[in-house]
């Protein structure tokens, strides 16, 4: 037998074989809330030693982008920091998807300010006054604070509007029929909140608890004006005694099967909860982590 044909037979074959393997592994498409996309990550990396078979291609956009994708049908797991409104569920109805709620972890909603703001403890009255529509407080005297490198005017920073956590922060906070002042600042992501408040002594921002550094400082939260504040922790998130602490979601078209199940059992088991708990969220219970 010709040599060179059997050497490109045995090529051929064995592409053939690599191309069949690829294509039989399962990959599970997950979008959406920007606050889970780092979790939702290390969820994805990890998994495959979990089951090889199975990738988990992840990205971020906020919740409404992940939630828009799952009404399309192009998701398997939309990730949100919300849950889905009324209307957006009729809409996948229509579509013949049907969005079903699982929720994997727990989250304290944290506002941040920067490092040498005496200002360390606010309630929800006082944030309304700085975050609302007719703002009573737009300088950071108008609360008695001098806030060192500061002008004094408050630099307001707020999420984009298809972001769960600005949709949750103005339910929670605003009440259901408040609306933002204008002139806010819109960051697109978490992180653009954090490194924005870190950078600029005049400003206050939000966004998910895991995204706290060393570089900035947390305020700690009181329902009522004079009431007893609580600062954002994975603990106050679990037992939600911390205010503006909120449930993560997942959805899915139906009730999960095959592949799409096992992963939403693994990320709800000890191990799947354990990452979620070292990257600064609260588990859906308590958990036993090496």
Not at 87 to 92: I, N, P, R
Request: charged share 20%; with cysteine.
């Amino acid at each position: 037998m010709n040599i060179k044909l059997v050497l490109t037979t045995t090529v051929m074959a064995t592409s053939l074989i690599a191309s069949v393997n690829a294509s039989a592994r399962t990959v599970i498409q997950n979008k959406g809330s920007d606050t889970l996309v780092n979790v939702a990550q290390a969820w994805a990396e990890t998994y495959p030693k979990v089951n090889p078979d199975v990738a988990v291609a992840v990205s971020g956009g906020g919740s409404g982008t992940g939630i828009a994708a799952m009404i399309n049908g192009t998701v398997d797991i939309a990730n949100a920091s919300r849950s889905m409104k009324e209307k957006e569920k009729k809409l996948a109805e229509k579509n013949g998807q049907n969005p079903i709620e699982h929720v994997v972890g727990y989250d304290a909603l944290a506002v941040f300010i920067h490092k040498d703001n005496p200002a360390t403890t606010m309630s929800y009255e006082q944030l309304r006054d700085i975050y609302a529509r007719g703002q009573k407080v737009t300088k950071w005297s108008d609360m008695g604070v001098t806030v060192p490198g500061c002008k004094d005017e408050i630099v307001v920073v707020n999420r984009q509007n298809n972001s769960g956590t600005y949709a949750y922060f103005k339910k929670a906070v605003l009440g259901k029929k408040g609306r933002f002042r204008q002139g806010t600042l819109d960051m697109h992501g978490s992180k653009d909140v954090v490194d924005l408040v870190e950078k600029t002594p005049c400003s206050i921002g939000y966004s998910g608890l895991a995204y706290a550094t060393d570089h900035l400082q947390m305020v700690c939260i009181s329902k009522e004006t004079g009431g007893d504040c609580v600062m954002p922790s994975v603990a106050t998130a679990s037992d939600r005694s911390y205010p503006i602490a909120r449930p993560l979601f997942m959805y899915t078209n139906g009730e999960p099967q095959g592949a799409i199940k096992d992963y939403l059992d693994w990320i709800k088991s000890d191990a799947g909860q354990c990452i979620l708990k070292e990257k600064g969220y609260a588990p859906i219970r308590a958990v036993s982590c090496k």
